[in-house]
């Protein structure tokens, strides 16, 4: 067992090197991700071309209140149109989704075997990964579904005594004080059963651990005594994404001028490059830390000093007494 | 002097009734027990023995007419399945009703129900004299009555100590078109009343601040821990107050054409941050309305900030009181605070002062303040930022008012009756929105300087009256001096569909059976024959203009009656099309889809692209959120 005096794996700035060095990984996801949405969107933009009376493309209105600026009347009035060409957008985004989810759940097996062994898998060793680990990993996702459950419960007693104190304070920042606490014990919570299950996914891979139950316990023993430094490489990962995000989404909305459209695109999807990229830091580190954690382990339980064995040996067993 | 003096004292109004109500709020039970006298002064022409009373409070009962409607399509601020439980029911109950002269007629009060026939609903009644009041004579009605306030669902109750009193006391009905108006509370009407005075004495509790829709006259400290307030109103159709020990009163003062305006705004807890724009947009509203429209004549304008949780009580008017409506955390690029006080002053001139009937003719005053709102919000805050004003995103409120038209187009003509609309959606969407559209459709059609000499007109020929809608289509005929029936016909009265659409455009060489030169193109001495095709797709027949725009810089400006389904315009020149629009200016805003009104030559596809960008970026952005789970 390892104790909390032994050295800290560090593995931060592993895991950056190691998505780094396996970039292939992230550009995959990004290609993935980013044909699946266009296909969705692809889809509402056809709606736009061919249902709106005019295309958009020949429409004098379309540039004066969408190009120049951003009309939010002009998106309220094209979905008020008869014809509906909005209509299906939500539902086209849906499936994308949908298929993005099911295509992680397959990669991330590979995902994992990569950053752990830190080596670059070819297609087929990849492939292979993936498919060992697909079912497995559906499996931990009810487990997961069903770890939510008391964390909704958690949001709903959290969200009936908000009510209850915005019903009953004059203030209203009662209320929005005792909300922010409760989104970040929530979101906390959120942290660590994701931090849970993804120690389990490394576990599953790193040992070819087919039983999911044991691989939570497992996950769940390494968690709880490294809870510390593994959620601080969680929450750090996490922080950075989101402000990343967040100042990318300052710089498209507020800086950017309203008519550039290349740099938008580029803007729009760097930040989306960089949100996989931060949640596969996440991915790697966790590999990584745990490969150091079992090296660190094996170190520390490694076989003391050989004893003499208890078998005696031929020469002892020559010249004993008869 | 003297003279001067007496002309300052003559009534605003023809005075009918004369109210005098001691109420006392018992904030431990929220209910206020109260004595009022009525006196009525008959100008009906003829003896009136059958008088008919607004009993408003008992809208909030299960079984009313109120929450049946509610039910079925909701109303502003609940949807119909929003929870109701006993604290949301409210109710009034008349203890005693004596007449002058006439005894006690408690017993002859009887429940009525001119609208639905709903025997449950109890939101009117009416009591027979034993003789009949003369014409010309006064009757004075004496009543207890009793009010249990509810939580604030529907712009009147309490919330924690906050209470917004109004449509609160048993209030008599108008006689108009020479019979009674009383009609029963309906989810989607409003009010309607008779002018005169009210002299109100308040008692509640010592910590109270408050408001209400007269001048205070007197303050008394009562041994028990009250105080009695005394507030006296004039030239007014109804009286409400509100009160609560939080609020924080930021008093200022605005100065007209017809004096100095005292302004009370009674600030909740938590929304200081939103009083100077509160403040700025009522100075605002009363500089442009007293510019265009014409004087505010009453000495005070009270706006009351509702506490959190009390939503419902914001955005309404009563006579020189309006409820205002913000958060703690509005941002300064949604407008929201500016338009609900700018909206809610607009209905001192149309309802308070204008005073037309609320629940017949709703789009006289929501509609006319809609058209007004947008005018004055423009004006303050810029066309089209006037709504939503942030450097990503921007929504001007006139496209704001066009965009709550189109979503209930074909329904309902503005002219029907508040309660029998389709749904409230509806009900929303023709009486602000569409109103306030054909009227900026209006203005373009007859110009800016006519309309607002018409509204301008209108006001001062009907303020402190009851006008119908053709009063007010009249003045803008007479006005304008045209005849605009035709536009009324469709726009006010029909439920017409207006969309005028580029059909086609295209441009084609005039020798198309001969091989093209370059050289001839290049040194534009090729002539094109261009055809544009205008489709009227809609039965609302406008004149519109059509703008034909060339690859040379040059274009032609054609006007067409729209009395055909379709018109084509054919031209020869030695240039090709560049672009063909119908309404160029967007003068015809009731057109239901501007997106067909434009056809460029050329395509375009930078709209459609910014579209796909942000709609493929939320995309793998859900994506990346579903995928979590993984």
New interface residues.
Partial sequence: MMSTSQPKPKAFAAGASLVWRRQRILWWIFVV??V???M???G??HN??DD????????????RR??H??????L???G??PQDPLRG?SAL?AL???L??LF??FA?GGILAAYYEDFSLDASAFFEAGARCFWR?VRL?VY??IAMIPVVIIGSIAGKIYDHI???S????AS?WFGCAAVAVILLLLMAI?LWFDMTEVIAVAHDERRMHKALRLAAGVMWRNHHSLFWLYFRISVIGWAVFAAGLYL???RLHP?S?AK??LL??A??LF??GA?LWQRASEASWYKQYREAQAVSVAPPEPIAPLIPTEEELAGAPR | MAAAADAEKKPLSTRVVAYQIDAKLDPATHSITATESLTYLNLTGQPQQTFPFHLYLNAFQPQSTFMTEVRLSGTRGNDPDSAWDAKNFGSITVDKLEVDGMGDLTGAMQFIQPDDHNAADHTVFQVTLPKPVAPGATVTFRMAFHDVMPVVVERTGYKRDFFMVGQWFPKVGVWWKNQWNCHQFHATTEFFADFGTFDVKLTLPHDEVVGAGGDLVSTVNNSDGTKTLEYRSEDVHDFSWTASPHFTDAEDSWTGSAGTVKIHLLMAPGNMASAPRYLRALKGTLAYYDKWVGPYPYDRITVVDPEHGAFNAGGMEYPTLITAGSTWWMPKGLLVPEVVVEHEFGHQYWYAMVATNEFEEAWLDEGINSYMEVKVMDALYGKDTSMLNFPFAQAGDGEEQRTSYLGAPDFDPLTRFAWQFRSSGSYAAVTYGKTATVLATLEKLIGEEKMQEAMHTYFMRYRFTHPTGEDFLKTIEEVSGRNLRWYFDQAVYGTNILDYEIWSADSDRVNWYEKENPLTRSSHQQVYRTYVTVHRKGDFIFPVDVKVKFDDGTSALEHWDGRDRWVRYTYERKAKLASAEVDPERKILLDRDFFNNGRTAESDDRATHKLLRIWVFTNEWISQLVAWFT
């Fill in positions: 991700n980013l699946l949405a266009f969705g969107a692809a509402a933009s736009l071309a709106a009376g005019v295309t958009l493309n020949h429409s004098t209105e379309a540039a969408l190009v600026g951003f009309d939010m009347s002009a309220q009035e094209l008020s149109l957008t985004a994308p989704s949908i993005f989810l992680m759940l991330t990993f996702l997961f579904v915005d019903d009953v004059v203030s209203p920042y929005v994701r498209w909305m507020i008519e459209g938008a695109l729009s999807q930040m989306i949100w996989i949640r």
